[in-house]
């Protein structure tokens, strides 16, 4: 059974913020996103995962990005990366990524990584090896896309916990379906892969789904036709990995955040309106919808 999720549920599983906390209390995000082509993923991402109390936040970003990005990322630290000819993360970060992420508290891979062969292999190992708490979105769910590949994720186990974030399309793939199938059962297609992945899978789109593997599933009340626009989902991944970082449990985490994306997108579309909406107005939103779920009354 599908259940809707409400503002006084998310507030209860909000985790809490001590008064005497530092920012070591509130974890550490990796991301791994951006490309030549799509530098702007990064900056979403990293944007959002700020604006949803995550500590501290580095960017794992190609080298010859450094420059370019480092103008206007003020926050997020960065972290340079052998690169591709193409301009993208190379198979070859992989050490150093590993090296990295020891002690960090949580990793998004995915958003505008591109569909390199050596990224999506770079992505696959990532998913596989993964030894922190992990989102999966966009290029780093499309790495597992193809027919060959596709049955890795099903036949993986692994206790750490994770939340795939695909739209309807990336989800069609990864299930070998069309999307009008997974658009007629979303409850239904979502349950069953975050089954057979061992994640909590977060569906994309107007009423977004998240199951986890123990068959809890959710629909998110909030939201609007606005926020199908590009970055959107950057923006989402952000959200839950800055949630996932301060230890909140995968399924939690993914309930929090497409609750808080939908309202923040609410909220900027009273202003913005939907059709002027842009990923960039969700974040400047956050705030206030978290301080909209912060005073529902339980």
Same mark, same amino acid.
């Given at each position: ?130 030894? =922190?708490?992990?989102? *999966?979105? #966009?290029? $780093?769910?499309? @790495? /597992?896309? &193809? ?91 952000? =959200?839950?990995?800055? *949630?996932? #970082?301060? $230890?909140?449990? @995968? /399924?939690? &985490? ?45």
């Amino acid at each position: 059974m599908v259940e809707l999720l409400s503002q006084q549920e998310i507030r209860r599983l909000l985790p809490e913020r001590p008064g005497n906390s530092h920012k070591g209390t509130f974890g550490h995000l990796f991301v791994l996103a951006g490309s030549r082509r799509f530098s702007g993923a990064v900056k979403l991402t990293c944007d959002a995962a700020m604006r949803s109390g995550v500590g501290l936040v580095t960017a794992g970003v190609p080298a010859p990005l450094i420059d370019a990005l480092a103008g206007f990322m003020a926050e997020p630290m960065l972290l340079p990366l052998p690169a591709t000819d193409a301009g993208t993360t190379a198979y070859e970060a992989a050490d150093a990524i590993h090296d990295f992420i020891e002690d960090k508290s949580a990793m998004v891979v995915g958003p505008g990584l591109s569909q390199e062969p050596s990224t999506m292999r770079l992505s696959r190992r990532l998913a596989l090896e993964r030894r =922190i708490p992990l989102l *999966l979105d #966009a290029d $780093g769910l499309n @790495a /597992f896309a &193809a027919r060959r590949t596709r049955h890795v994720l099903r036949d993986t186990t692994c206790d750490v916990r994770a939340v795939f974030t695909p739209h309807p399309g990336e989800m069609a793939r990864l299930a070998g379906l069309d999307t009008a199938s997974v658009q007629q059962d979303r409850a239904g297609v979502a349950s069953k892969c975050a089954a057979l992945w061992h994640a909590t899978v977060v569906l994309k789109g107007a009423g977004t789904i998240v199951a986890a593997p123990d068959g809890q599933v959710r629909q998110c009340p909030v939201g609007n036709a606005g926020m199908a626009t590009g970055g959107s989902g950057d923006v989402l991944s952000g =959200i839950i990995g800055a *949630l996932l #970082a301060q $230890g909140c449990a @995968a /399924f939690e &985490a993914a309930c929090i955040g497409v609750y808080a994306h939908g309202l923040a997108g609410d909220l900027a579309a009273q202003i913005k309106t939907e059709r002027g909406l842009i990923a960039r107005d969700i974040i400047d939103a956050l705030p206030a919808a978290w301080q909209t779920i912060e005073e529902t009354a339980s």
